[in-house]
């Protein structure tokens, strides 16, 4: 069986977990790490070289699988590296800072046809998006209405001195790091969005990123949707209401490293006129978060069998960036302020 020389640039937290459910892949084999922060040799009780160079480490290491979990200022060039050196790449969200960084990317995609490019959506991969995806698939409840979602933080991560505060590096702030995961769900249940209201603002934390964004939405199919990506929760929080002509789904929750974002659920309950507004409920508790393992077996499958990237292509990361930008130039203070572009 042929297994695959993988690189990882970029060795944070992400960076670890990453390597963590590499390992459980038979195909994949880590041969390789990189990040700033480490000395290079070998990491300890593994026969896996450290670099602190991501470029060093492309050009001398004969990957056949990159994965880009640095930072956002860097991911898209790293990520052109890795295909022009003959490499899968995996990538971390965001894309890049920008849409001009990602079509950088998806124009050396495009000469390199035969290699297999996808983006770490993992939110995807929860089971209860999987099962809340295959009820509404399904139209036992009819089509949907509306949906209304809240995705946030008690703060800005490292507010003060980390990189996700400082707009050079970043791109953005709360919409661009945590709410693209919810812009992503958003594409995923309403389809592409035709009309976007919005409110983006930096009022409490004074960061020159965004600590809220707010969105009022219409999709091409008509569906209404409600957004706000926001670090002024003081609590961690997700929350996706899905409402359709013959009930409604509420995912709750979402299963992360931190533990923070409370149990994982997904609530059903049926339109039933006659119940007063009180309608029967089933609630389903999820246990545990496969969404990495499996996101990263499904990329393995395609690079090993030759099979096109569905979920997290290119194509599909530019799409829900440009999402977040057009909530972003929608303001038109923000817009002006920032010089936000969308092509």
């Known amino acids: 069986m042929k297994q695959y020389r993988v690189g990882i640039a970029g060795y944070g937290v ?20 990189c990040d700033v922060t480490l000395a290079e040799g070998k990491l300890e009780r593994e026969d896996v070289r450290v670099y602190t160079d991501y470029q060093k480490m492309i050009r001398e290491e ?6 880009v979990c640095l930072t956002n200022d860097v991911a898209a060039h790293a990520t052109i590296l890795g295909l022009k050196n003959g490499c899968h790449v995996f990538c971390e969200k965001p894309p890049g800072r920008n849409l001009q960084e ?25 089971d209860s998006v999987r099962e809340a995806l295959k009820i509404v698939n399904s139209g036992e409840y009819g089509k949907i209405i509306n949906i209304r979602g809240v995705y946030g933080k008690s703060n800005i991560v490292s507010v003060e001195n980390g990189w996700r505060a400082n707009r050079e590096i970043a791109g953005g702030g709360i919409l661009l790091d945590q ?21 983006v603002s930096n009022s409490y934390w004074n960061l020159e990123v965004e600590d809220n964004a707010f969105a009022l939405m219409k999709s091409n199919s008509g569906v209404i949707i409600q957004f706000q990506s926001t670090a002024t929760e003081w609590r961690h929080r997700f929350n996706l209401q899905i409402n359709l002509e013959k009930g409604t789904l509420v995912l709750s929750g979402i299963l992360s490293g931190s533990k923070s974002y ?4 997904l609530t059903i309950y049926p339109q039933d006129i006659q119940s007063g507004g009180n309608p029967k409920t089933e609630t389903v508790n999820y246990l545990e978060d496969n969404s990495w393992r499996d996101e990263i077996n499904e990329f393995a499958k395609c690079v090993n069998e030759n099979i096109p990237v569905q979920t997290g ?8 960036l440009k999402l977040v930008y057009r909530i972003y130039f929608e303001d038109t203070e923000w817009r002006n302020k920032f010089n936000i572009k969308v092509e």
Do not use: C, W
Request: hydrophobic share 35%; charged share 25%.
């Open 62 to 67: 004969k990957l056949d699988i990159l994965f």
């Open 14 to 33: 992400v960076g670890r977990r990453r390597h963590q459910f590499i390992n459980q892949n038979s195909l994949l084999n880590v041969v390789s790490v």
């Open 262 to 265: 409370g149990q994982e659920t």
């Open 102 to 126: 990602v079509s950088e990317v998806i124009k050396n995609e495009n000469l390199n046809p035969h290699l297999k490019l996808k983006y770490g959506f993992n939110h995807r991969y929860h």
């Open 313 to 320: 292509s290119s194509s599909d990361a530019y799409e829900t």
């Open 179 to 199: 709410g693209i995961h919810m812009v992503d769900l958003i594409r995923l249940f309403a389809g592409e969005i035709d009309e976007i209201k919005s409110y």
